[in-house]
């Protein structure tokens, strides 16, 4: 099967009302744990490529890690770039074959934004590439500044639902990345905090009303850093601190439900990785072979990515929709 177009999985999902996983990966053990736990979920799948993760396993690596997986497997397969930060790595990427690109210039004043995303925008859609966006600014929760706030939005570091509208109506990007209080990382939140639920709705209706259908929404920081495998990888050695928060399952749910689109995932397939290696040098320290603590380590990214797909994202068995 050749690589599929995120426009005609955000189509499906649209209408299915799930959300499809987009799973960072770097090397070959991530690539396999997600393309199998999708396989064996039926579920169709985003795998996506930062600049540091090509900076990393060398683009052509990667390239031909993902060929592998097209053609071991019959699941839908788009491949994204994540937080493109130019037009000239968009322009790489696009020209190598990705389906689909982010362009983040949301750490650009309003304008400049749109100018850079318009750039992507023009020369992806020329090569049948569809091209993420982001407004406003992944600092996380503790960060709320109400409208008062940054001037990468009206809403202050927080995507503000009209000028989402003329973002999208002015760069013409295919999907928004929307910033409501989510954050990279194992620290997302200060004690018992949310994603900013309300803000997405209201741009989710905000870009309906202005005549842009159901528009796709994307959530980035969506690890939800499950707690036991904090306890694992700190049970064999580990130091991660006792503050570590993701985003809590039922938000992403409701996020889910209101019209995110694609939920993007990263820091749990570390933990997961990172766990299962760690039990390895703690329980096995004789142990050398590489592929005694990378298979089972693999087993647990595994693991999870199906729980991703079947309880959170419920895009399980839509990949042949
Ligand atoms: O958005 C960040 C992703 O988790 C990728 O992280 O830049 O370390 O590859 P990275
Ligand atoms: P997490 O750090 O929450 O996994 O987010 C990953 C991400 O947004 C990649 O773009
Ligand atoms: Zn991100």
Do not use: W
């Amino acid at each position: 099967m050749p690589l599929t177009h995120t426009r005609d999985l955000f189509a499906k999902a649209l209408k299915g009302k799930y959300a499809l996983g987009a799973f960072n990966v770097n090397n070959m053990e991530l690539v396999q744990a997600i393309v199998e736990a999708c396989e064996e979920e039926k579920a169709p799948l985003i795998l996506q490529i930062s600049k540091g993760a090509r900076q990393y396993a060398k683009p052509v690596y990667l390239k031909k890690l993902i060929e592998a997986a097209i053609s071991t497997s019959n699941i839908p397969i788009a491949v994204h770039l994540d937080h493109g930060d130019t037009f000239e790595l968009c322009k790489e990427c696009i020209d190598e074959g990705f389906t689909s690109v982010m362009i983040d210039a949301s750490h650009e004043p309003f304008e400049k934004n749109v100018a850079i995303s318009r750039q992507v925008a023009d020369y992806a859609h020329k090569h049948n590439c569809v091209v993420e966006g982001e407004l406003g600014q992944l600092v996380g929760a503790q960060f709320d500044e109400g409208e008062a706030g940054g001037s990468f939005s009206h809403g202050g570091h927080y995507t503000h639902p009209e000028e989402a509208v003329k973002f999208v109506k002015e760069s013409g990007v295919d999907s928004l990345a929307v910033a409501i209080g989510n954050s990279h990382g194992a620290y997302k939140f200060k004690g018992e905090q949310h994603l900013d639920l309300e803000r997405l709705k209201a741009i989710k209706k905000a870009l309906m009303d202005a005549g842009l259908g159901d528009y796709p929404l994307v959530l980035h920081g969506a690890s939800s850093v499950p707690k036991d495998l904090v306890s694992e990888i700190n049970k064999y050695g580990g130091k991660l601190g006792t503050d570590t928060a993701g985003v809590p399952e039922g938000d992403i749910e409701v996020a889910r439900r209101t019209g995110v689109t694609k939920v993007n995932i990263d820091t749990d397939l570390r933990l997961a990785l990172t766990a299962g290696i760690r039990r390895v040098f703690v329980e096995s320290p004789k142990e050398f072979d590489p592929r005694k603590y990378l298979g089972p380590a693999r087993a647990g990214v595994r693991e999870l990515v199906r729980h991703k797909v079947k309880d959170v994202l419920c895009c399980a068995g839509h990949a042949f929709d």
